[in-house]
């Protein structure tokens, strides 16, 4: 029986795994297999001085040890995200210098991990230099780690109105300057990648990967390879969050050993490497000044961010100029503009991290009207109201040159109030507060996102019919958890009339598969769900033509159903898809439609979030009381599947607010194991309330807009906010996250002396 969207079909995918019949980078053992791993940099910044691999190479059982000089690779060019390249190159391994703890040194290969592991503690003598700590002590450039570029400066950039002016727009003028402190993506497989080398010269890699096709073009491009020499194959994925969708030095080095040996070689990241070498989310540190009338209405916004790169200008420089994109919310604000600088410090490199960019802007101008709200004496929901783009403006050109292309922002925040009861809570905080309890407190998280990557990327699909009539989709999306078979199945079904769980759904080979952009950025449903749409109708149609040739009845009188096509109230007179099959190829028919589908526009959902806490003053511990999240994504395909990622993405926003952050000391990063870096688990789900609105995405057919992101965009916010409300009479007026109970409970007491 066909599915159609909008419903929620059992999920495909989900049994073998659940059954343990996955297969992941780690569970692939190729005969011949050897183990790589990695010597690693132990100084934040330091000359090398020597490598001194005599006892490694003498160890039985190792393969290998190679140095940059032994690879000779080309380095990974220096990014500004958008424009030319920058003197800043990034070392397959380390040349020279080092510039952050974990950068890779030299790669050792081995018969079996252990081994590997043990070659690896050679001796490797460092010199240390000055250490950039900070972006602020980056922008001082007493210590420079790119001596060819000169500065630490990666670029500086303004957007928004032309000529800005200087200095406050009315009577009141706050400032808020908040931190996104770098995090951990912290996926549950880390990062792997297995290389053999084939009788026919190719080399086939085994990755993780968001973008298989991508990879396969820088790998050749630092081999010198041709790419069709290279074929990538995504295997099962323990989740990405952005950070699977890049490149890393590793990869390249892994590669080049194998081709070198001869022989398979794998690598599998460990935790702490994980946390030490990155890439890391985050890093934004934004100073926002809003001004305007006592009324509430914001007249004039100034946005100065400074984006920590890490050590190299490479996977995360695109992140700041997402984050300055949306840098006015939801709200109109046409007197905007957007100061962007990007430096580079002694810490791991960044790089793109669920929502990348959207988060880092949300929390920003989120806190900044709050601050207004309470510059002005007003409720802050009334004075988000008054600023809100309204819905006859859509779509709505952001001074940042943004489109907003369709929603009602209005409702979205009535709808989240609503659920949160939010005037009885306000009640409810009056009386307690009357009483001396200062614990509660409510909070608004608002925002916008881009979603669908580069305007101008587009997505290839292939839906083909098989010899024995099934139905075969092949797709450049990639899934690494999202539910893709399920959901592609249930769009072609929908279309041809076949059951979803007999369609064969191809995707992460670059073998199976002629093209894909891949999946990351909120784009797989909207880029590539509309690309199988579109050819799963144009094939529909050539074989309606085929079935109406043969049955000698007109096209229109057709109908797709049940793996068969059938003459509208006589479903006896009827061709199979089999049947059709085997008479396209006697004719010579093609039976397979291919589509790249670029919607030339990005999509923008958003939402409100809501969040009443309970602040405990005696030990500054936060409890989340309720949580509500409204979000729109346009059209819902699946609304489990996107219930599930809501949730999901909300408690990895919980996650940023409360308990996670990657902490350095002189350039030593400290937080190294789970024991140091918290990550919540099930037990600390809040009571979540979710409901959405619809409003169908314009740019492509589903009318879809993306749902991934959503919940670690509006919960930090949020919650931050609700923190500061309930602490507002007794004078905490900043918090940085994680809100830790140490954090809240200091902050309590700074307040309480002053």
């Known amino acids: 029986m066909a599915t159609a969207p909008g419903t929620a079909p059992h999920r495909l995918e989900d049994d073998r795994l659940v059954h343990g019949r996955g297969r992941f980078v780690p569970d692939l053992r190729p005969p011949g297999l050897l183990h790589a791993a990695f010597v690693r940099s132990y100084l934040p910044h330091a000359r090398i001085v020597e490598v001194d691999r005599s006892d490694a190479q003498g160890m039985t059982g190792v393969a290998g040890v190679f140095t940059a000089d032994d690879l000779d690779l080309p380095p990974i060019p220096g990014a500004t995200g958008r424009g030319p390249e920058v003197a800043m190159p990034r070392e397959i391994l380390a040349r020279e210098r080092v510039r952050y703890v974990g950068e890779p040194i030299a790669l050792v290969v081995a018969e079996d991990r252990y081994t590997a592991a043990d070659a690896a503690e050679m001796w490797v003598e460092l010199d240390e230099l000055p250490v950039v700590a900070d972006p602020v ?68 890699v085994w990755c993780g990967h968001q973008a298989p096709h991508r990879l396969q073009r820088q790998l050749a491009g630092l081999l ?97 100029l997402f984050a300055r994109f949306v840098a006015g919310g939801l709200y109109d604000l046409p007197d905007l503009s957007v100061t962007t600088r990007m430096v580079v410090t002694n810490r791991a490199p960044t790089g793109s991290y669920r929502g990348a960019g959207r988060p880092e802007a949300a929390y920003a101008i989120e806190r900044a009207m709050e601050a207004y ?45 609503r659920l949160a009861d939010y005037d009885a809570v306000r009640a409810e905080q009056a009386q307690r507060r009357a009483r001396g309890d200062h614990g509660l407190g409510i909070g608004i998280g608002a925002f916008v996102e881009r979603a669908g990557g580069a ?71 909207q880029v590539g769900g509309s690309a199988i749409h579109l050819a799963a109708g144009r094939l529909r149609d050539r074989l309606r033509d085929l079935a109406a040739e043969h049955l000698e009845v007109d096209p229109a009188d057709l109908q797709f159903r049940d793996g068969e096509v059938a003459v509208t109230g006589a479903p006896q ?25 670029d919607p030339q526009a990005q999509t923008f959902p958003y939402g409100v979030h809501v969040a009443v806490v309970e602040v405990d003053g005696a030990t500054g511990r936060v409890e989340i009381r309720k949580l509500v999240a409204v979000d729109d994504c346009g059209n819902v395909l699946h609304p489990e599947i996107v219930e599930g990622q809501v949730v999901g993405s909300l408690m990895q926003g919980i996650a940023q607010a409360l308990y996670e952050g990657l902490q350095y000391e002189d350039g030593q990063l400290r937080t190294t194991t789970f024991a140091e870096y918290h990550v919540p ?65 200091s902050a309590i007491q700074r307040a309480r002396r002053s």
């Open 137 to 204: 002590a980056a922008l001082e450039d007493a210590s420079v780690l790119h001596p060819g570029h000169g500065s630490n400066l990666v670029s500086s950039s303004v957007v928004g109105v032309e000529d800005p002016a200087d200095g406050p727009a009315g009577p009141v003028s706050v400032t808020v300057r908040v931190d996104n402190q770098r995090l951990a993506p912290a996926p549950i497989e880390p990062l792997g990648i297995l290389c053999e080398p084939g009788e026919d010269g190719r080399l086939t």
């Open 224 to 320: 010198g390879l041709d790419a069709a020499r290279i074929r990538v194959v995504v295997p099962d994925v323990g989740g990405a969050f952005g950070m699977k969708g890049m490149l890393f030095p590793e990869y390249v080095a892994v590669a080049a050993a194998a081709l070198r040996l001869d022989r398979p070689v794998r690598w599998v990241e460990n935790r702490t490497e994980h946390f030490l070498g990155g890439t890391h989310g985050r890093g934004l540190h934004h100073t926002v000044t809003l001004s305007g009338d006592p009324d509430g209405r914001v007249r004039r916004a100034r946005v100065e961010i400074v984006a920590d790169l890490g050590a190299y200008p490479h996977n995360g420089s695109q992140v700041p």
């Open 373 to 417: 709200a309470r510059a002005c004496g007003l409720d802050p929901a009334e004075v988000r109201r008054r600023n809100l783009v309204a819905p006859d403006r859509m779509p709505y050109r952001a001074a940042t040159g943004a489109l907003y292309d369709s929603g009602d922002y209005p409702a979205a925040l009535d709808l989240a109030l």
């Open 455 to 525: 305007i101008g990327s587009d997505e290839y699909a292939r839906v083909e019919l098989a010899d024995d009539g099934h139905v075969v989709v092949r797709t450049g999306t990639c899934a690494t958890g999202q539910g893709h078979r399920t959901v592609w199945s249930q769009l072609t079904s929908a279309v041809l009339g076949v059951a979803a769980d007999t369609v064969e759904v191809v995707a992460g080979d670059t073998d199976a598969v002629a093209d894909g952009i891949g999946s990351f950025a909120s784009r797989s449903a």
């Open 573 to 597: 007179v009827a061709v199979t898809l089999a049947d059709l099959g085997r008479l396209a190829a006697e004719h010579g028919v093609a039976v397979h439609e291919e589509e790249r589908f």
């Open 681 to 745: 688990t099930a037990m600390e789900a809040p009571p979540i309330v979710s409901d959405r609105l619809v409003s169908p995405a314009p740019s492509n057919p589903l009318g879809v807009k993306g749902s991934g992101e959503s919940g670690c965009i509006g919960a930090p916010p949020a919650i931050v906010n609700a923190v500061l409300d309930a602490l507002e009479p007794l004078g905490v007026d900043d918090l940085q996250m994680p809100l830790t109970a140490r954090t809240v409970w």
